[in-house]
Every structure is written in structure tokens, then in C-alpha cells.
């Protein structure tokens, strides 16, 4: 549940959001007006454990969360949509929950459930939109050339893929706007009218605005709030696609972390101290195990990515010596 405060600390949105510290477990429901079984996610309980949460600022701490739900695309099963809503809680998308009946698993009804259904579809608009995003800042028309194809003065963008097929016909003769925004031929003004409608849709269904309270408690200012963690990662995505942001995959864990374009630091290739830490121990115990099996210091160096001089140094330390702690 968001906690929308009156107040809001600055101009950007100020909003939290619950992560259940039992997590989520996956549930088979039938919806009243259907016999046919699906699966959705609930909030596990414990009648003994009162219930905890760890709060998350989606916002402020993961900017780049909407690219690692993109990625549940090529792997979109339930077990992986649990593991993310695990970890960040789930969308918010609760609405007509009332609908379905849980038919197997616990919490027994009523509670609220969240149709993975929802999630494929949530996951499906999100991939839509990055690709295009990343293509549109990156320049890259042969990879937009396989989404769009220009037929005159019309543009048609035509996408499949396991979970989602889309088709989005742009027709500048019946819109003045996209007379404006569109060259005839040109791939990326296209693209960019494509990603503007998918973040727009979601933008609308997941976000609101609100005339809230600035930290003086006197002045109101009107803000932009998600409704949900959806509507989080939709204005992640609006942001994203304003261009002049940097994102980047953690080399450690996978996830991707949004980085600052005055801060980025060329080799800053982990999305935390946590994961470079654990970066270092990996290479270092890799460095062990080769030792182990008569390779060179220099050739150590070669297949982790390390130089010679480092390698050596960790080699001369004893097992069992005192290990470091980040
Ligand atoms: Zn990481």
C-alpha cells in the first residue's frame, strides 16, 4: 500500500512502498464470471508472527527497477514474478480482486490476490517500451528497423514476442501532431511516438496527480504520484525516456542500476559496495582454485580479470587468515 503523505519533501514524488517481510506465494483462483483456473500471488501470512514490512522508496533508491521488470520478459514463469515481488513487493494492482476466489494454496479468502496474468501483461508493455527507449537513445535504427516499417507517410510498428504481440499504426494524415513530430522514413521520431503511447498508457492507469504540501508546510505544489509500484516504474520509464540517463547491469547480481551522468565513473560496474565485495571474494577464490591446479600468477590474472601483481598478493595469504569485511 502506498502511504501518500500530504507532504512532499521536494519536487520529485515522495512515496514508499510496503514489502512484506514473509513475501508472497503463488495461488490458484477462479474468477466468478470463468471455470477456468489461473495463478496470482497473495501476501503469505502467519496467524503466529505479527505482520512486518521493510520499506522501500522505489523512486529514489532503484530508479532503474523498471529495466530489471523488463527483463522478466524472456522469463516471465510465475517462480520468477515471485522472486521479484519477493524482493520488491508486488505492483499494487489489486483492483477486482473481489472477483476471483482462491481455490488452492493459503491465505484462504477473502484476500487480495494479484493475477500473474496482470503481471505478464504489465511485463509484456514494459519491455515494449524500454527496447524502444534504449534504441531511440542509443541511435540504433537497425534494431528499430525490425519493429518499424514506414509505408509513405504512415509508420507501422509490428512486434512479437512470447508474452506480448503488438501492432501500433501511426497515420499522420488523420493527426496534425504527428505531421509535427514525425519524418517520414525516420526511425527513431517514430519509435519515440510508439514508446510515448505504451509509458502514456501506463502513466495514466498507474499514476495521479496530487496538490500536496512542500516541506514548509505551507506552500501546495502540485506532484505527480504513482498509484502503485507499476505507476513507480512508469514514471521510472517517462524519466528514462526523457533521455540523459545512464543505466547499467550490475556484473555481480544482474540488476540494473541507473547511473549519475556527472557521477559515472568508468568503472563503476557493480549496483552496490554489497555486490563488489562479493565481486572481489569470487575473483579471489577463483584466483585459489587455479592456483590449486599449478596456473601461473600471470595466466591467474588473464582469466579473472585481475593484474599479475594483485594476483600474487592474494595468493600469499594463508587460508585461514582473518578474511576482510567490507
Ligand atoms: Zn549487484
Redesign the pocket.
Known amino acids: 500500500m502506498w502511504y501518500n503523505r500530504s507532504v512532499a519533501s521536494d519536487d520529485l514524488i515522495y512515496t514508499h512502498w510496503h514489502v512484506p517481510e514473509l513475501g508472497y506465494a503463488l495461488v490458484k483462483v477462479r474468477r466468478t464470471d470463468s471455470d477456468l483456473d489461473e495463478w496470482a500471488l497473495a501476501e503469505t501470512l502467519d496467524r503466529e508472527k505479527p505482520r512486518r514490512v521493510r520499506v522501500t522508496h522505489p523512486l529514489r533508491d532503484t530508479p532503474a527497477l523498471f529495466k530489471t521488470f523488463s527483463d522478466l520478459a524472456g522469463r516471465s514463469d510465475q517462480e520468477n514474478v515471485l522472486a521479484f515481488a519477493d524482493r520488491y513487493g508486488w505492483l499494487g494492482v489489486t483492483e477486482g480482486y473481489l472477483d476471483c476466489r482462491i481455490i488452492e494454496g493459503t491465505p484462504k479468502n477473502p484476500a487480495p490476490v494479484e493475477l500473474i496474468h496482470t503481471w505478464l501483461d504489465a511485463i509484456s508493455d514494459m519491455r515494449h517500451a524500454v527496447d524502444l527507449i534504449d534504441a531511440v537513445n542509443s541511435d540504433d535504427c537497425r534494431t528499430l528497423k525490425q519493429w518499424i516499417t514506414w509505408h509513405g507517410a504512415a509508420a507501422v510498428y509490428q512486434r512479437k514476442f512470447k508474452w506480448g504481440s503488438h501492432i501500433y499504426r501511426l497515420e499522420p494524415e488523420f493527426d496534425q501532431w504527428l505531421r509535427d513530430v514525425m519524418k517520414s522514413g525516420d526511425m527513431v521520431s517514430a519509435a519515440k511516438v510508439v514508446a510515448q503511447k505504451f509509458i502514456n498508457q501506463g502513466l495514466n492507469r498507474h499514476t495521479a496527480t496530487r496538490l500536496l504540501f512542500g516541506d514548509n508546510r505551507e506552500a501546495l505544489r502540485l506532484h505527480v504520484v504513482p498509484k502503485n509500484l507499476l505507476g513507480a516504474m512508469w514514471i521510472q520509464a517517462a524519466q528514462a525516456a526523457e533521455g540523459g540517463r545512464a543505466f547499467r547491469r ?6 540494473w ?1 541507473a547511473v549519475a551522468p556527472e557521477l559515472a565513473r568508468s568503472d563503476r560496474i ?3 559496495r ?3 565485495f ?2 572481489y571474494r569470487k575473483r579471489k577464490d577463483e584466483a585459489h582454485r587455479l592456483r590449486s591446479k599449478g596456473m601461473a600468477p600471470s595466466a591467474i590474472a588473464r582469466a579473472i580479470g585481475s593484474d599479475a601483481a594483485t594476483v600474487r598478493g592474494w595468493l600469499a595469504i594463508e587460508p585461514g587468515r582473518k578474511r576482510a569485511r567490507s
Open positions: 550490475c556484473e555481480n547480481c544482474a540488476t542500476y557493480y549496483c552496490s554489497n555486490c563488489r562479493k565481486a
